[in-house]
């Protein structure tokens, strides 16, 4: 019995001094990152049957339990992943923000000083002064620019050399996973099946910090090891083994990292289908905010140095020379052309420029070929475009005209087209002398004193620098005449040969004889021979006929102007005795059948002009056309307008405007273009779109604001969740330590027990 008794308290002893092990084990594990607090599990021993019953023979430890919960520990991944996702876009969400609204230093204030210099400048345009505070915010714009893209350029080099740490760190984590795999599955099949608690601990705490850098989800083998997939299900552990992430360059561009795994000697990107973490944080922002502010900042940068270029060409300096570029041309050479890495053809084979910059939208542009076709896709929104003519002959989508320099395209190739994305750091400025600012006007226009109407023309301008012809022009008002000579129908004299009559077609204006034809005589051989012989009598008429070589349309006009209507009178005559038969005709200049039994017409033109005529200094006509009160006149790249109730004959000149010192007109239309709707297909302005811009990247920041501290309030609570279940309590193990170690003394006083009773025994066998 003693016996009993002794191996009883022994076991009581052992099980207290290891339920005490662990206690003191969670005691100095508290501050430990990732431990489970442990319990030991106590089961009774085997008891003995005797004829009486069964009697105990003590306490053993059945297991040493993690205190654990899988459900628990799988929403700490998650909410760390989204949490250390949110906070990374936020935070470099931010430093892009405030760059953005800095009130000192952004690019508004520069903006609206340079506007405001340009304005004074109209104001007072032959002040050097005003001219030269122009050329010094000009600079300061452009720096600007310069500036904010180096910003925005920083943060992507930054950001390129962060994914190689942060791949680096992942890979150092996967491999020590599956090396903790390792350990785990020995040490299963060395303890019986007992669990190795604190090597859990140690890959649960390094799966968690994984989910730091990604989304992270596992899968958990029959030998112990733990599979562990990233992103949208990319294993980076399975079994012992860990597999390397790569930092590889964009197919397209060399100078942006993606994130890849080997495949044998070639690398897969995974980028896309990357998610969660501080990785997934900084593709997201690189690809939902960086990529399109910097191409935004190129696109307002590249539609103010083009749109201000364009209207600076319209004028003329203080030289009295046209006005060249304002700022360097950027159409022609910022966009850029970039090959896919798995293409035959060559990049620099396509030509890509922007001619039309109302029309381009700042988006980037995939283009590829498939079998014939030849597609060109925006990548903002994947619409399409099936190209007509390229590469045949040049062609031009959205704005940018597209051509190929050299050799041809092989199919399955494929080109990203980045229109604006170098804008802003290629600006410059192309005028040093103040003179060269060109504010004034290249053409001016006039009214006649000698004008008899109330039609007034405004100023004129030049719309077109590269059709500009520099001359001295008149705009005639007149009216379209039915007035026609082809040299071999109109104007023949049919006789009746019976009556043997001698024909005569007479052709009269203001009841002035201008024109005699005989029969027999030779016809007028055009439109100019019908004009000259009606010009021969001007002084007497007072009208002036005039042709539009272009639509052969005969223009009559009253010379001088005036109010009062003329006419033009056909008429048919016989020349001898004999009189007019029926069967004589003729076919009227001015487009009447005149014949024995009608033999004159008369036609009314004058008074308010229906039509204009535009002539040179030589008297070569430009245009002509219907008048419309208020509709443009354009020619040579030069535009005006006449407005009201111009007479007949009412003159306006366009000349050169020469000595234009005080002129400013070009300049109000350079001050217009602040508020101007000149992108996004006419619908936006310059601080239109940088206003969506700044509007985007504030949002974007508060979103991620906001999102990072949910995310981080479900992490606190997971955590304490965690904590609450997992986490060591001081106090409950100061009570375990001294319920073990009342436990461990009561062993000891059942052993006294036992040896008393075995001295007791011996004793009496002694005596």
């Known amino acids: 019995m003693a016996g009993g008794i002794l191996a009883s308290g022994v076991s009581g002893l052992l099980s207290a001094q290891r339920a005490l092990a662990v206690t003191s084990n969670n005691i100095n594990n508290v501050n430990t990152e990732g431990y489970s607090r442990q319990r030991v599990e106590f089961a009774a021993r085997t008891p003995d049957a005797t004829g009486y019953g069964f009697v105990g023979n003590g306490v053993q430890i059945s297991s040493i339990e993690r205190i654990f919960d899988s459900f628990v520990t799988s929403q700490l991944r998650s909410s760390t992943s989204a949490s250390e996702q949110a906070s990374e876009f936020n935070t470099l969400a931010s430093r ?204 307002i940068a590249m539609g103010l140095a083009e749109t201000f270029n364009q209207q600076h060409r319209l004028g003329i300096d203080l030289n009295g020379a046209l006005g060249g570029d304002y700022f360097n041309s950027l159409g022609s050479t910022v966009p850029q052309v970039l090959g896919n890495q798995s293409n035959v053809s060559d990049a620099s084979q396509i030509n890509v420029s922007v001619t039309d910059i109302s029309q381009l939208t700042g988006s980037n542009y995939r283009l590829e070929r498939t079998g014939s076709n030849y597609t ?236 204009y005529i535009v002539l040179d200094s030589a008297g070569n006509t430009e245009t002509s056309g219907a008048y419309t009160s208020g509709d443009p006149i354009a020619f040579n790249g030069i535009e005006a307008t006449v407005s009201g109730e111009a007479n007949s004959g009412d003159n306006f000149s366009i000349v050169q405007n020469i000595n234009g010192v005080s002129d400013n007109r070009n300049g109000l239309l350079l001050a217009a273009l602040q508020s101007n709707l000149t992108l996004v297909g006419g619908t936006a302005s310059y601080e239109d779109v940088f206003g969506t811009l700044v509007a985007d990247v504030a949002s974007q920041t508060f979103q991620s604001g906001v999102s990072s501290k949910a995310y981080n309030s479900i992490l606190q609570q997971n955590l304490e969740e965690r904590a609450s279940i997992s986490g060591v309590n001081l106090d409950e193990e100061a009570a375990n330590m001294m319920q073990y170690q009342q436990a461990y003394q009561a062993a000891a006083q059942v052993i006294s027990a036992a040896d008393s009773m075995f001295q007791t025994l011996l004793n009496s066998i002694g005596r």
């Open 96 to 299: 892009v923000n405030n760059l953005l609204v800095d009130a000192d230093a952004g690019l508004m204030p520069s903006m609206q000083a340079f506007f405001n210099s340009v304005q004074l400048v109209s104001e007072s345009p032959g002040d050097n002064v005003a001219r030269q505070v122009l050329l010094s915010d000009s600079e300061t714009l452009v720096a600007r620019f310069k500036s904010f893209s180096q910003g925005l350029t920083d943060a992507r080099d930054s950001l390129n050399q962060t994914i190689r740490t942060e791949i680096n760190a992942i890979n150092g984590l996967t491999s020590a996973i599956a090396d903790v795999n390792r350990e785990i599955s020995s040490a299963l099949s060395a303890g019986n099946g007992n669990l190795p608690n604190d090597l859990l601990d140690k890959r649960d705490q390094l799966v968690l910090d994984l989910s730091k850098y990604v989304s992270v989800s596992t899968v958990e083998e029959g030998n112990g090891a733990l599979n562990v997939f990233i992103g949208t299900g990319q294993s980076v552990v399975v079994g012992f083994d860990s597999r390397d992430l790569i930092s590889i360059n964009n197919a397209f561009d060399p100078e942006q990292l993606e994130v890849g795994f080997s495949a044998g000697s070639r690398a897969v990107e995974i980028s896309s289908q990357i998610s969660g973490g501080s990785l997934g944080g900084l593709l997201s922002f690189r690809s939902q905010l960086l990529d399109s502010a910097q191409d935004d900042l190129g696109y």
């Open 376 to 611: 060109l896709t925006n990548l903002d929104d994947n619409s399409t475009v099936l190209l007509a003519t390229f590469p045949s002959t040049s062609e031009t989508v959205a704005g940018m005209t597209l051509s190929l320099n050299s050799g041809t395209i092989a199919d399955g190739d494929s080109f990203l087209i980045r229109p604006v994305r170098n804008a802003a750091q290629n600006m410059g400025l192309s005028v040093s002398n103040p003179q060269s600012i060109a504010m004034a006007s290249p053409v001016r226009a006039t009214n006649s004193l000698d004008n008899t109407g109330s039609g007034t023309i405004n100023s004129g301008s030049v719309t077109d620098s590269a059709a500009y012809i520099a001359d001295s022009y008149s705009v005639i008002m007149a009216d379209t005449t039915s007035g026609d000579a082809d040299g071999s129908v109109i104007g023949l004299i049919n006789d009746d040969a019976a009556t043997g009559n001698a024909l005569q077609y007479r052709l009269v204006i203001n009841n002035t004889l201008v024109y005699t034809q005989n029969e027999g005589d030779p016809l007028l051989a055009d439109q100019d021979a019908l004009a000259a012989q009606i010009n021969l009598s001007t002084t007497t008429t007072g009208v002036r006929a005039y042709v539009d070589n272009v639509s052969g349309t005969l223009l009559l006009a009253q010379s001088p102007a005036s109010a009062v209507p003329f006419t033009v009178t056909e008429e048919l005559l016989d020349s001898g005795a004999t009189p007019l038969d029926v069967a004589d005709s003729v076919t009227g200049y001015f487009g009447t059948v005149l014949t024995g039994a009608a033999s004159s017409n008369t036609q009314t033109y004058g008074g308010t002009a229906n039509s």
